[in-house]
């Protein structure tokens, strides 16, 4: 099987493996790409991401927010594949725009990140979207919820759906050998650069009685700079942010509820470095952790529930060592890479009829 993957980031194309980069994030020449790595059967696997003229990527991410170019330069190639793959509809619109037109040999299966739309319900964006994807051949989805919004407004697409949980890398995201920093265990860490309710958090940890500080990775915010016991980081290389991680008592990851796929990455990545991670009760995250278990959940944009669950654990009334351990036994098991590719490779098989 040929297969072209259309990423809605920007990749590093290259001929050793950067340590710099985990895996999504860069093409080694004559090496398996991601999760493709995992597959079974023999792959062939280009990868076309959202690179173009610096005014266009602006353009096409800031205004149209889906990528024309990308497509632009997908189409002449799609004769010479067995399947196109556009990770977030971002990267798939203009193609299956393309295909309600121009019938092609290769199958396009979507990875259906934001519910097409953030699961828009009306307006025209919606109608653009229900009118391109009846070009679809699959979908591949993270949020087992998201079938309730495709049975509504997508229904052509319930029977070429699958819902398959996103996996992390356990070989990058090893606690194995990592470094105790000076501060262990003296933060909280939470880590994001969009997308997280950091008004809820703050406003959880202003109410405690603690040293232990909470350090927010990723955003930086001049009205939280003068709180006490808030430190801001801004973006810092993925191996600092592994320390950073492992060196924290136990990680925060404040969402709103979306009916789509947000923040799985940054919870598993801190699940597989062994840490218990408070998780808001989302649609995006119940697939992937067991309250009390393998995490702990609140309720989104609930302080009280928030700031009791901190303190519960800050205190000791809750083994996060357990659950951190815990959490990562479940994704050796369960939801790691090797998993989710040995059932993307199976749905790709069904979907371009090959045994």
């Not at 600092?240 to 925060?252: G, K, S, T, W």
């Not at 009916?259 to 998780?279: D, E, F």
């Amino acid at each position: 099987m040929k297969v072209l993957m259309l990423v809605n980031w920007k990749v590093e194309y290259c001929k050793n493996r950067p340590e710099h980069k985990q895996p999504p994030n860069f093409y080694v020449e004559g090496e398996e790409y991601w999760f493709y790595r995992y597959f079974k059967k023999k792959t062939e696997v280009d990868v076309l991401d959202i690179r173009s003229f610096s005014w266009l990527e602006r353009f096409e991410k800031e205004k149209l927010r889906f990528y024309v170019w990308q497509a632009l330069k997908a189409i002449p190639k799609a004769r010479k594949y067995d399947l196109i793959v556009s990770h977030g509809m971002q990267s798939g619109i203009v193609l299956s725009l393309w295909r309600r037109l121009f019938k092609t040999k290769a199958k396009h299966i979507v990875f259906d990140i934001g519910s097409f739309n953030s699961a828009a319900e009306s307006g025209f964006a919606l109608k653009l979207m229900q009118f391109a994807s009846k070009s679809v051949d699959g979908i591949i989805y993270h949020t087992s919820s998201q079938i309730n919004y495709y049975r509504q407004f997508f229904s052509w697409l319930t029977g070429k759906s699958r819902f398959i949980r996103f996996g992390t890398d356990l070989e990058f995201f090893d606690p194995s050998g990592l470094k105790k920093m000076e501060d262990s265990g003296c933060y909280i860490i939470c880590v994001g650069y969009i997308k997280r309710d950091w008004e809820t958090l703050i406003a959880a940890y202003r109410g405690l009685d603690t040293d232990v500080k909470l350090r927010l990775v990723g955003h930086v915010e001049e009205m939280y700079s003068s709180i006490p016991g808030v430190e801001q980081l801004p973006y810092v290389p993925i191996r600092e942010l592994v320390l950073q991680i492992y060196n924290a008592r136990f990680c925060v990851l404040p969402l709103e509820s979306f009916n789509y796929s947000y923040g799985q990455m940054t919870l598993l990545q801190q699940m597989a470095l062994g840490k218990c991670v408070i998780a808001a009760r989302v649609p995006s995250l119940v697939d992937y952790i067991e309250d009390k278990k393998t995490a702990i959940m609140y309720e989104p944009k609930d302080v009280s529930d928030l700031r009791h669950k901190i303190k519960e654990c800050l205190e000791g009334e809750v083994d996060v060592k357990k659950i951190g351990s815990d959490a990562s036994n479940f994704l050796d098991a369960y939801c790691n890479e090797r998993t989710m590719a040995k059932t993307v490779e199976s749905f790709y098989h069904d979907i371009c009829g090959e045994g």
